[in-house]
């Protein structure tokens, strides 16, 4: 159902056909209303300015399903984003020390990081911008070797997609998933934002190439569906929290670093009350931090707490997904 449309939003209606009509004319093109609001502090914005901003993309029905597979209480869904260097390299920063850290991931971490998941026989999903896989392509092979994890689409260069224009967004993302597509050998169906930045043009463009699922935003602890200016798309969030991020807190050169043991208990406390409220944990790591010597340890601890309660089902956000899909009735 639509919005109902207020007097506010009815006049803003009129105001960007008068300014298309003009661009016509004079030949230009015509610009969106929020640009042309842009100037206009926050507090002198219309409703309908205030409407358009938040609507654009926005929560819908819970997916939560009243039970996860083999009648599980609790859904545990791990994450690795293995950005490598492109964390530097996207700002143009070719520092060799830099380069050297992100090189970690690839050369050290992601092996510690598959060891621990083969040991536990825990499956995972793993992003990655289409750069760090082509840098260091035997990751490719690496993560599809026991056959239980999922490779996902996390940029090109790990771009902002925020500060650029649709078409080169666009093409960034279909270079992504050409890419991906040939060094995996299947087309990727997941799609996490570099840095969780959509631009007013990101969820169009997902569901114009067909993704099954986006893991970027953080709306509900629980799975939805994704709307688009009040209607819903059939495209599902697996959402994702900055408090359930390690990037932010196990990278020492931050000004939100955190002792990896406060960390630890921050998600033990977490999984804790998805279990009791029955709906789903989503963590979110970087194999160059959490492949850490002194970090790998403390995901090894959370996982043995999260394995010494029953009913706990761990699975790839493609498989957690099919799963509320079929039971939402969604094709």
């Not at 661009?23 to 914005?45: M, Y």
């Not at 997916?63 to 609790?74: C, F, I, M, Q, T």
Request: aromatic share 10%; hydrophobic share 40%; net charge negative.
């Amino acid at each position: 159902m639509s919005p109902v449309m207020r007097p506010s939003m009815v006049d803003s209606s009129f105001t960007a056909i008068a300014l298309a009509l003009q661009c016509l004319v004079l030949g230009a093109s015509p610009q969106p209303l929020v640009a042309q609001q842009e100037d206009v502090p926050p507090w002198r914005w219309s409703e309908a300015r205030v409407f358009e901003a938040v609507e654009r993309v926005r929560a819908g029905r819970s997916l939560n399903p009243d039970e996860w597979p083999d009648g599980s209480r609790v859904a545990v869904l791990l994450s690795f984003d293995v950005d490598n260097e492109t964390i530097w390299l996207r700002n143009g920063d070719t520092n060799v020390g830099g380069l050297s850290q992100g090189e970690y991931g690839s050369r050290v971490a992601l092996g510690r990081v598959l060891d621990l998941l083969d040991e536990f026989e825990i499956p995972a999903s793993f992003f990655g911008p289409a750069l760090s896989f082509s840098l260091a392509p035997q990751m490719i092979d690496a993560i599809q070797a026991s056959g239980m994890h999922e490779l996902g689409i996390h940029g090109w260069i790990h771009e902002r997609n925020n500060q650029l224009p649709r078409d080169e967004e666009e093409r960034l993302l279909r270079m992504a998933v050409e890419r991906m597509t040939e060094l995996m050998g299947e087309r990727p169906v997941g799609y996490r934002a570099p840095s969780w930045n959509f631009s007013d043009a990101t969820l169009d463009l997902l569901l114009d190439m067909g993704f099954l699922y986006d893991s970027s935003l953080m709306a509900d602890d629980r799975p939805y569906e994704l709307m688009a200016a009040g209607q819903p798309t059939g495209l599902v969030e697996l959402p994702v929290d900055w408090i359930l991020d390690d990037a932010p807190l196990f990278n020492p050169l931050g000004d939100r670093y955190a002792n990896p043991r406060e960390v630890l208990q921050v998600y033990k406390d977490e999984f804790d009350v998805a279990y009791e409220e029955g709906t789903m944990f989503l963590l979110t790591m970087h194999p160059h931090y959490i492949g850490k010597r002194s970090r790998i340890v403390i995901l090894r601890e959370l996982i043995e707490h999260m394995r010494s309660k029953p009913g706990v089902w761990f699975g790839t956000h493609r498989e957690a997904v099919e799963w509320v899909k079929a039971r939402a009735d969604m094709p």
